[in-house]
């Protein structure tokens, strides 16, 4: 299960990408996230994927509170990109 719990992520820069978002998706569930362009989209990927930390809120997969990259979370990008290790 995947629990997303009043998350909020707040760029150096003073933008506001999320504020207060929550979601909970239950074990076979599928979720699409739609939006228009700056709607924070890209950020909660980025957030559940590890590759970023909220400013507040949590995200729980399975109980266990994600707070870096997760091997159980995957994402693919429209463009490569290389991560360090």
Do not use: H, W
Request: include cysteine; charged fraction near 25%.
């Amino acid at each position: 299960m995947l629990d997303i719990r009043s998350l909020s992520k707040v760029y150096p820069n003073g933008t506001q990408a999320l504020e207060k978002f929550s979601l909970s998706v239950s074990e076979g569930e599928v979720v699409a996230v739609i939006g228009g362009s700056g709607c924070g989209k890209s950020t909660l990927l980025r957030l559940l994927s590890g590759l970023e930390s909220p400013s507040q809120g949590e995200i729980r997969l399975n109980d266990k509170r994600l707070e870096e990259p997760d091997p159980l979370v995957n994402i693919v990008f429209q463009e490569p990109r290389l991560f360090p290790c």
